[in-house]
């Protein structure tokens, strides 16, 4: 039996939806390796990967603060460039 594009297309599963990031629970997911970490109760490996989950934590904060920056810096600037109607 052949099978046509569409019905291969048509039982694809469905892309789960894109989770909102969170700052905040960024930040305690980094908090909670640092006290993992500080705590000495993990091997050598366990520690480097946990490192290494923390640094990507801090790039996507680092990401989403340089975002809302420039969200806040086009604000500012709209703001400065509408004449007053006072």
Do not use: W
Not at 24 to 51: C, H, M, N, R, S
């Amino acid at each position: 039996m052949v099978k046509s594009r569409n019905s291969s297309i048509s039982n694809q599963p469905e892309m789960p939806p894109q989770v909102e990031f969170n700052y905040e629970e960024t930040v305690d997911k980094v908090e909670a390796i640092i006290a993992q970490i500080e705590a000495g109760k993990l091997d050598l490996a366990e520690v480097f990967d946990e490192f290494n989950s923390a640094v990507e934590y801090l790039r996507q904060c680092e990401t989403f603060l340089q975002e809302k920056q420039q969200k806040m810096d086009l604000l500012i600037e709209t703001l400065e460039d509408t004449p007053e109607s006072f």
